[in-house]
């Protein structure tokens, strides 16, 4: 007797039929072993936005009363493996569905296993999540986050590496056997389950000890009862008043809210070149959610815990290249950008550069036949 | 500001108690419901034209052209948008009348559904009508029904000075911090909207020695009071803002008893708040209606009273609070009930009228409860006939008697 939940988180639309495959998968996979399970998305996540990290889950067990007593509560907290479909999602999620920033692994059980695609090393992506109080695994599939549209779906083999990797993390779940079998009859595709095969034989875990990781303490929040909460769903503003900027005459520091940062919607982020730029103001202007932070000497510093990463910045500012949005699993924290620069004009331009040549492409599907073969051959794959 | 001139002769009145003069006018209910608007001195009025709502609308836009009232009169391009421009109007402060009839009433449904979770204490008037495909404008209760579990007050009126007295009195109740929930004063298309009678209008001092101004505190939408209403709750939220709701509704009770005691006080009438109670002292059958059916229904009960039989009526005034407790009181001790619903309940339990199955759930605790017979007349402005009314006291005693299934709903002069 015994029940095996995976949680995969994800990026809502861009990832959604990418979530729905893993969680299919996995559930024609157990039934192949003559388990039952079903596969469900979290309905507080709706309606899904650009980018907003969403969640599906897929639950399997031996018998059908064992699934319904899993399934009679509103989501499984300690899940066997968390998948994270893109590796910037380990620095934390915010959602329609809950307050503040929720770590990563937070419903992953007891030495379960967090799954993530990533071309990052192992070290470099623990430091970006949030520590756990009990030990769990690493394991990493090499691939960059495969992001597609709503209707559209570019088909990288992202979904069977994940269903390969999660049967070599997770064997009491689903076999290899079984999932290669779920595979090939789902997509009657021989190189499908080869990329599965491939996946599996790759992947390795990292144990990840209660004092790795991030050391911030999540946010948490007690939700009032009926007779605390202001009635006519009334909620206070913030006292908000701005702040004016020290050293300089004119501008403001705008307020922001301390909980809701809305950086975990963000894949990628602006780096600004503070030595071409004009100072004309239009990135301040434009950015949709007023993230500029005006600095003393008159720069505009697009403030990292509150950027989404859509990129309006980098459309309207008029100087070439002083404006680019790079990959968000480049950085490892929301620091200033231009209190960088002021402290070290050239050892930012050595970081920038860096960041702006060295940026990987984000993958939104083979652009060519043979492209999979050639990134096997090229070690990204 | 000075009371209309109007056609009218108008003479004053004494009342006891009264801080001022009355008017007598010859006037509908919708011109009724206008000149409580006028002296509630309401901010916002929004309006879409639809009948029999639409006269309502007339006689505000009459009122407002010759001077006599001044307030922001705003036509939507949809009784959607009416509903909505007020229920914004009224979270910046602003005191709003509203109101639609039959699918109008409906095609306003999302703003109607979400007024009360607001707490926005909008007053609106429903000129009762059929809910058409077929055509019809004649009224049925199923429009202003529709909201009765969403958190709407709802009261019935029978004449057009109920119909200025209650709007008064919705405003005061509405408005009252320990409520703030709209209120909806169902008007039967035709028969009240559109019919004359004697009507005392009283002065604008006398109205503002009863409703205070309408005060929305700290809950007010204003740059000074930076508060967001209504975001985004999901389940974490929703049900502790329904609980609030509930103990609005609850409270509500006590708030309407108070302003119907202090209407009496300063007007020298409004009569029980929540029902009118006809010949009921020794009623072996009663009668149970709301709105204008109550004409008929006493013209019949006087004539069968004169033959001898002891029937009585019961006029539901309020039907949003429901009237639990005085119904529970009226009606225990009596052998059988007739309700006569201008509306109906497509599959309900007995396929009974709305009101028929409400006072069966009220009457459910009382010891040896009258039998509660379902009766449907009067669809789509039907008249109820006082033929029809004295043939559903027949079949009430019948009930009585065991002899009519009172398990059944009847439908009345409907041809076959
Ligand atoms: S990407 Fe640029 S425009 Fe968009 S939110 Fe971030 S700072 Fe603002
Ligand atoms: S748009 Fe570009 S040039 Fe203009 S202020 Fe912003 S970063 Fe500088």
């Known amino acids: ?381 | 500001m000075a009371p209309p001139d109007t056609a009218t002769a108008a003479k004053t009145i004494e009342l006891p108690g009264g801080s001022g003069d009355e008017r007598e006018e010859l006037i509908s209910g919708s011109e009724a419901i206008a000149h409580a608007c006028r002296l509630a001195d309401v901010d916002v009025i929004t309006a879409y034209p639809i009948r029999p709502y639409d006269t309502v609308m007339q006689y505000v836009s009459q009122m407002i052209s010759n001077g006599d009232f001044d307030c922001e009169f705003i036509v939507a391009e949809s009784e959607h948008s009416q509903f909505e421009i007020v229920k914004h109007a009224s979270a910046v402060g602003a005191r709003v009348f509203c109101g639609s009839s039959g699918v109008g009433w409906f095609y306003a449904f999302e703003a109607l559904a979400v007024t009360a979770g607001l707490r926005i204490p909008m007053v609106a008037m429903v000129g009762n009508r059929a809910l058409d495909d077929p055509g019809a404008f004649g009224v049925e209760h199923n429009d202003a029904l529709a909201v009765r579990d969403l958190g709407w007050m709802l009261a019935w009126v029978a004449t057009a000075q109920e119909a200025l007295d209650t709007a008064l009195i919705a405003y005061r109740v509405a408005e009252d911090p320990r409520i703030f929930l709209p209120c909806a004063i169902s008007c039967d298309g035709a028969f009240l909207t559109h019919s004359q009678a004697i009507v005392k209008v009283p002065s604008k001092e006398m109205v503002d020695s009863f409703l205070p101004p309408y005060d929305r505190g700290e809950k007010q939408l204003h740059p000074d009071n930076p508060i967001t209403i209504a975001p985004q709750v999901n389940e974490d939220w929703l049900m502790e803002m329904r609980q609030q709701n509930d103990k609005a509704m609850r409270r509500a009770r006590e708030v309407i008893i108070e302003a119907y005691d202090d209407f009496e006080a300063k007007f020298g009438r409004g009569g029980e708040p929540f029902i009118e109670r006809y010949m009921m002292d020794d009623a072996e059958i009663v009668l149970v209606g709301m709105g204008t059916l109550a004409l008929p229904v006493k013209v019949a009960v006087r004539k069968m009273r004169g033959q001898g039989k002891k029937v009585g009526f019961l006029r539901v005034r309020w039907f949003r609070p429901f009237p639990t407790i005085e119904l529970q009181d009226a009606l225990s001790g009596v052998q059988a009930v007739g309700v006569i619903d201008r509306d109906y309940g497509f599959g309900s339990p007995f396929h009974s009228g709305v009101l028929a199955n409400e006072l069966r759930s009220a009457l459910y605790p009382v010891e040896n409860p009258p039998k509660v017979v379902s009766f449907i007349a009067g669809l789509g402005g039907r008249e109820v006939s006082i033929d029809n009314v004295v043939e559903i006291a027949g079949m009430t005693y019948d009930a009585a008697n065991d002899s009519l299934d009172d398990q059944d709903t009847h439908w009345i002069g409907v041809r076959e």
């Open chain 1, 1 to 381: 007797m015994s029940t095996g939940s995976v949680e995969v988180v994800y990026r809502g639309i861009f990832q959604k039929t990418l979530a729905k495959n893993i969680c299919r998968g996995i559930v024609f996979a157990a039934r192949k072993e003559g388990k039952i399970g079903t596969a469900f998305g979290r309905y507080g996540d709706s309606p899904e936005r650009n980018g907003i990290p969403a969640k599906q889950f897929a639950v399997v067990s031996d018998t059908e009363e064992e699934l319904e007593e899993h399934l009679a509560k509103y989501e499984p907290v300690n899940n066997d493996v968390t998948i994270a479909a893109d590796d910037a999602l380990c620095k934390g999620i915010e959602s329609w569905a809950w307050y503040g920033l929720q770590p990563i692994n937070k419903l992953l059980g007891d030495g379960g296993t967090l799954l993530v695609t990533s071309i990052q090393s192992p070290n470099k992506l623990i430091k970006t999540i949030h520590r756990k109080g009990t030990p769990y695994n690493l394991a990493i599939v090499k691939a960059q986050a495969s992001f597609s549209g709503l209707w559209a779906y570019k088909d990288d083999h992202t979904d069977v590496r994940l269903l390969g990797a999660l049967a070599k993390v997770a064997p009491h779940i689903v076999s290899l056997d079984a999932m290669l079998e779920a595979i090939r009859d789902q997509w009657n595709d021989d190189l499908k389950v080869a990329a599965a095969k491939r996946a599996y034989e790759a992947t390795e875990s990292t144990p990840v000890g209660v004092d790795q990781g991030n050391d911030e303490v999540p946010f948490s929040f007690d939700l009032p009862g009926w007779t605390k909460m202001e009635e006519g769903l009334v909620i206070r503003g913030m006292d908000a008043k701005p702040q004016d900027v020290p050293g300089r005459d004119g501008g403001y520091v705008p307020t922001r809210n301390e909980v809701f940062k809305k950086f975990s919607t963000r894949t990628m982020r602006p780096v600004i070149n503070f030595d071409t730029c004009t100072k004309c103001t239009l990135c301040w202007l434009n950015c949709p959610d007023t993230c500029f932070d005006i600095t003393p000497d008159g720069f505009y510093d697009a403030n990292m815990e509150a950027c989404c990463g859509c990129g309006v910045c980098e459309a309207v500012c008029p100087v070439k290249d002083c404006v680019t949005m790079v990959n968000e699993e480049a950085f490892e924290d929301n620091d200033s950008q231009w209190e960088m620069w002021t402290k070290d004009k050239e050892g930012y331009l050595a970081w920038l550069t860096k960041n702006i040549t060295e940026r990987p492409a984000r993958s939104h599907g083979y652009h060519h036949v043979g492209q999979y073969a050639e990134e096997i051959a090229d070690g990204t794959a």
